[in-house]
């Protein structure tokens, strides 16, 4: 059994969402994916994909890189959020949202100054770790060159409940990660199968099975041995035995544990 814990079947640039969504109901895996949102409209589609496919979940959020599209309209856009989530057991988790100090400038063009956009970015982040301590929903968090300031909000907020999608950091940082909350996830996603991610390898080897999620990040970051073509669920699995590869387990124990991590982590065992 597969759960493709993050992907954003609307962003496909070779096949329409339902294509996408169509495949994934013909296919034999993964049997679960979580759509993830990025800001209001993609949430918004995140939310009616979870309604219209039952092997569909959704997360609803405001991903760091597009919160300058809701410069001053903070309360305004958490308050969307909040109303989507309300009456709908499909949303399983905030997200995704973070930090991404990478797409600064000069690297991007903006009319804010460095410093001002990275204000922005942390108020969205503590906004939504209030949302989802509010629901007692998960947090799905984004990081990118911001690590260090992540983990400090965390602490600040006291909030435990989180994945750390598309995991890309080393072995240390997990143990930070999992010092301060031991029930936290972290997710491999396509990136773990490249020859040059030995840090990320290394960790995924040594962190304990219980806390390991896999994904996709479709339609980004396909695995190898398909790297450079476009991403998609059915993918996942490449990650999945990536992860068998590298780890000392019975196979199908590693399997069934990471699914049901998934199960347990979105609360959908019951």
């Known amino acids: 059994m597969l759960f493709d814990t993050h992907c954003h079947p609307y962003l496909s640039e070779k096949q329409s969402e339902k294509e996408v969504l169509e495949s994934i109901k013909n296919s034999s895996f993964p049997n679960l994916i979580l759509c993830v949102g990025t800001k209001i409209e993609t949430s918004q589609k995140c939310k009616e994909t979870s309604k219209n496919y039952d092997f569909a979940f959704a997360s609803v959020g405001i991903h760091p890189c597009e919160t300058l599209e809701y410069v001053g309209q903070e ?3 958490i ?11 499909k949303i399983v988790a905030i997200g995704e949202c973070g930090l991404d100090y990478y797409r600064l400038p000069p690297l991007i063009e903006s009319k804010f100054e460095k410093q001002k956009i990275i204000d922005i970015q942390k108020t969205f982040f503590r906004l939504q770790i209030q949302l989802a301590h509010k629901y007692n929903l998960p947090l799905i968090i ?28 080393d072995r240390e940082y997990a143990k930070k990660l999992l010092d301060f909350s031991p029930q936290c996830m972290i997710s491999f996603s396509g990136i773990l199968t490249f020859k040059n991610a ?21 339609p980004y970051l396909s695995p190898a041995p398909e790297r450079g073509t476009e991403n998609h669920p ?22 069934e544990t990471i699914y049901q991590n998934s199960l347990d982590f979105f609360c959908l065992s019951h």
Request: charged residues 40%; hydrophobic residues 35%; negative net charge.
């Open 234 to 255: 059915q993918k996942v699995k490449f990650v999945l035995d990536k992860i068998k590869e590298l780890r000392n387990e019975n196979n199908e124990l590693i399997e």
């Open 142 to 169: 984004h990081n990118r060159e911001a690590k260090e300031d992540i983990l400090k909000i965390l602490q600040e907020e006291n909030f435990k409940n989180f994945v750390f999608h598309c995991y890309t950091e």
């Open 75 to 77: 309360k305004e856009r």
């Open 79 to 89: 308050n969307e959020l909040e109303i989507m989530l309300q009456n709908d057991k």
């Open 198 to 218: 030995l840090g990320i390898q290394e960790t995924a080897k040594y962190i304990p099975l219980k806390n390991i999620l896999i994904e996709t990040d479709s």
